[in-house]
């Protein structure tokens, strides 16, 4: 049986990188990602030539190798109370 520990829903592994110093990191509990209940997710720094161990990450030290942030909805419980409050002060 294929082990899922690090694969995304199509197989593959995701990286995100740390805001800083920007090292690659490879997530070990993509499912852990989604959910903004999960303030840390497991993973492990993707650098050298051996695996290293996992360890915990924070979510909001962590971005998008392209450097783009995180979607809210997978950080903030309470993104949808933040969502209508902006578009609330958007239209007054």
């Not at 920007?22 to 497991?42: A, S």
Request: aromatic share 8%; glycine share 6%.
């Amino acid at each position: 049986m294929k082990e899922k520990i690090g694969l995304n829903s199509q197989g593959g592994m995701m990286f995100l990188k740390t805001k800083s110093p920007g090292e690659l990191v490879e997530l070990l509990e993509v499912q852990n990602l989604y959910d903004p209940f999960k303030k840390e997710i497991l993973g492990r720094f993707h650098a050298g030539q051996e695996m290293q161990e996992p360890e915990m990450f924070l979510k909001s030290e962590l971005v998008f190798p392209s450097d783009e942030a995180l979607p809210k909805c997978w950080i903030d419980p309470d993104y949808k109370h933040i969502i209508h409050k902006e578009s609330e002060s958007a239209v007054a």
